[in-house]
């Protein structure tokens, strides 16, 4: 009589004695382990199961509890981390790294793309070799670095600090990083080049012994307001011919004294929009002014 290898299940031999004692026990045996197989295999429809999944975890390293590890030479060793693709680490509880060589340090961390790193807790980096620490802070793209705390840095090779809100990287490389755009908690910003804004233009119709339009032409903070062959008739003093809308008014009262006339005639645009009209006398003006004032909204 022999056994077999694994299991020791006894195997009559041609020349041995039948042992129906001997075969009962080894069906007894071979029925138990097909029941713990049955009751430990997981569905194939709707998998479950607890404790971790390691394929290919890299050789010396450790699960963390409820990990998973899938790829090449991957490590979760963070509890409840995940580590996929080629050679990626999730060391910080809970976090997330895929793709290749990319490490998610911190608790809470998720690094994606290739060579990224997110120490910070809370924090993600995505992309190409960028590198997220401060708690809360996102890097992304190509050679970034977010330092300061929730902070965000987008672009490439920025140029690092801790103080800044946003920052946008036009850096060529590690040794030659720099800033195109930084924004800081204030409101304030920083540009390497010139900031424009889009053209915007407006009509306000005149009326009240007025005709014609005063144009307004803005860009960002910048208001310039024409008239240009506007009809001017004798009336009262100080009326309203027309009314600016807000945003681009000016801060406080401007004059424009009026081109084409003998008498002291010019027009009012104040703080509340009122553009007001001091010409009273004469059978009619033509108008051509042009006044350029700052305007807050």
Sequence with gaps: ??????????????????????????????DQLVKDVNE??????????????????????????????????GTA????????GNKTTASGDT????????TASGDYSHAEGELTTASGDDSHAEGSATSAVGMFSHAQNQGTV?????????????????????????????????????????????????????????T???SNGASGSLELYRKGDIVMAIIAGGKLSAGTNSRVIGTIPEG????????????????????????????????TSGSGLTVYAKVTYISWA
Aim: charged residues 15%; contains cysteine.
């Design 40 to 73: 430990n295999k997981m569905n194939a429809t709707s998998p479950t199961g607890s404790g971790s999944l390691n394929i290919n975890r890299k050789a010396g390293t450790t699960a963390g509890t409820n990990s998973v590890t899938l790829g090449t030479d």
């Design 95 to 102: 976090s997330y790294a895929e793709g290749n060589q990319t």
């Design 204 to 206: 306000v119709q005149l």
């Design 248 to 279: 681009w008014r000016p801060p406080r009262q401007i004059q424009i004294i009026l081109d084409g006339t003998s008498s002291f005639s010019y027009i009012f645009i104040n703080s509340s929009g009122q553009v007001i009209c001091n010409y």
């Design 77 to 84: 060793s963070g509890d409840r981390a995940t580590a996929l």
């Design 146 to 202: 977010a330092n300061g705390q929730a902070q965000t840095v987008l672009g490439k090779f920025n140029k690092p600090d801790t103080t800044s809100a946003v920052i946008i990287g036009n850096g060529a490389n590690y040794d030659a990083q720099s800033n195109a755009l930084t924004v800081g908690w204030d409101g304030s910003v920083q540009s390497s080049g010139r900031l424009q804004s889009v053209q915007e233009s407006k």
């Design 1 to 30: 009589m022999r056994k077999t290898k694994n299991y020791e299940i006894e195997i009559q031999e041609p020349s041995d004695f039948i042992n129906i004692e001997g075969i009962g026990e080894a069906f007894d045996k071979i």
